[in-house]
């Protein structure tokens, strides 16, 4: 078993729909970024790939690259799955914090535990994710961004276990 850690931050700005753990938010900024700035998932890809030692999203996924223009995370997050496939790895569990003053996400949190347990092949119970503000403190505080942490523990799979 090995567990792995995830942490991403993107600025919020007008002109970018907000989209995070793969649900569109309504809300009159959105994270901006390479791809869709979605910090949610990219803080569980950096989890999963630190936990099976397959590096970082940056390496896989490096922005710059026009493949990865706007591309969505939860596009990455399947690419990420298949890779721990590949090696041998299955996910026991996420466990993720968005921190974001605004907007309000508990209406969206369910949704986005669905998204992503569809996304990685395990059921949403297995796909912990809370909302925290900042107490109005520091950039998050301030609206500036929206930052996002995760964990994520896989186990070897069983040489006779089906993928
Ligand atoms: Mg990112």
Redesign the pocket.
Known sequence: MRIGTGY?V?RLEEGHPLVLGGVDIPFERGLA?W?D?D?LI?AIIDALLGASGLGD?GIHFPSGDPEYRGISGIVLLRRVREMLDEAGWRIENIDATVIAEQPRLSPYIDQMRRHIGEALGIGEEQVGIKAKTSDGLGFVGRGEGIAAQAVASIYKREANEAI
């Open positions: 991403d993107h970024g791809s700035g910090a990219h999203i």
